[in-house]
């Protein structure tokens, strides 16, 4: 998959922009109100973001955040003492973040649009590398950490959420009622008996683009239900998997956290410890001589 095909995507869908309104309700998507309104939303529906960057303790160091969206969690790390930098695949996002900061007087090293698998900076550049959300849609996955290890200091930290494989979210309501759902809507759709629209009708669009088989099949059905049926590349992890893309780190802890599976109405009850939709993952990046000299590409599905 070219990576202009994510950049394209994420340019058009902004992270988030669906759930807050931005321009789609007339308004600036980078202004000080969209940003009031979008972090109170954020943080009311993941409450746990703000402790979970408190216990990255980045007060005084070098934090590289890699993928940005509109640009929350950048504020938390700099409002942390972070001395951060940021880099994202869209300029969309890079020129929200920027006007974000700027608007709120908030200091930075650096703000770049460029790619995790060819980032502008030199070599062991950063106490911390920090990414939200952002890897499980990077394709060449392996390719990445390499650039993540190679800017990353000895002694560094690599903190990664990921969407998790072992969720309410990935088991049930994709893996069943998502794709019992469409199962049921593809067939009155092509008959003519019922004419979807919105994201159910994307999803027939798709099914009758590649057959509905193929389309159910997880390793296609994951693509479209993370991030909308347009979306282009998604992955689910567990740890060992984590341990298998990222080779050249030593997973050191791993915790999960939002219980969200949608369309079923969980997010407000206990169960994201054991069940939740985020995994986050924190990584020593291994000695020079201890990295792998190749990969199987296979590894990578």
Request: aromatic fraction near 8%; hydrophobic fraction near 40%; glycine fraction near 10%.
């Amino acid at each position: 998959m070219r990576e202009n095909t994510i950049s394209e995507f994420w340019s058009a869908h902004p992270c988030g922009d669906h759930l807050v309104g931005g321009a789609s309700r007339g308004g600036r998507s980078d202004s000080e109100e969209f940003f009031t309104r979008y972090d109170t939303f954020k943080y009311r529906l993941e409450p746990h973001i703000p402790g979970c960057l408190d216990d990255l303790d980045v007060a005084g160091r070098r934090v590289l955040e890699i993928g940005l969206g509109q640009g929350a969690e950048s504020e938390q790390l700099i409002r942390r003492g972070a001395l951060w930098t940021g880099v994202d695949l869209t300029r969309t996002s890079v020129e929200r973040v920027g006007a974000r900061l700027s608007q709120r007087n908030l200091p930075r090293e650096g703000l770049h649009c460029g790619s995790v698998l060819d980032l502008p900076f030199p070599a062991d550049s950063f106490d911390l590398v920090f990414s939200h959300g952002v890897l499980h849609h990077v394709p060449d996955i392996l390719a990445a950490q390499r650039e993540i290890h190679r800017v990353l200091r000895p002694g560094g930290e690599l903190v990664v959420m990921l969407y998790a494989r072992w969720s309410l979210n990935y088991l049930l309501a994709i893996g069943l009622v998502r794709r019992a759902a469409l199962a049921v809507v593809y067939p009155l759709a092509r008959a003519g008996l019922l004419k979807p629209s919105g994201v159910v009708g994307a999803h027939v669009t798709n099914a009758r683009r590649t057959g509905l088989r193929s389309y159910l099949r997880m390793r296609e059905f994951i693509h479209h239900n993370t991030d909308g049926p347009d979306n282009p590349h998604s992955r689910v992890y567990d740890v060992r998997t984590v341990r298998q893309h990222f080779p050249d780190f030593s997973v050191t802890r791993a915790h999960k956290h939002f219980l969200h599976a949608p369309p079923l109405p969980v997010h407000r009850l206990p169960g994201g410890r054991v069940a939740g939709w985020h995994l986050w993952v924190h990584m020593r990046p291994k000695e020079r001589a201890d990295v792998p000299s190749g990969y199987e590409a296979a590894a990578v599905r």
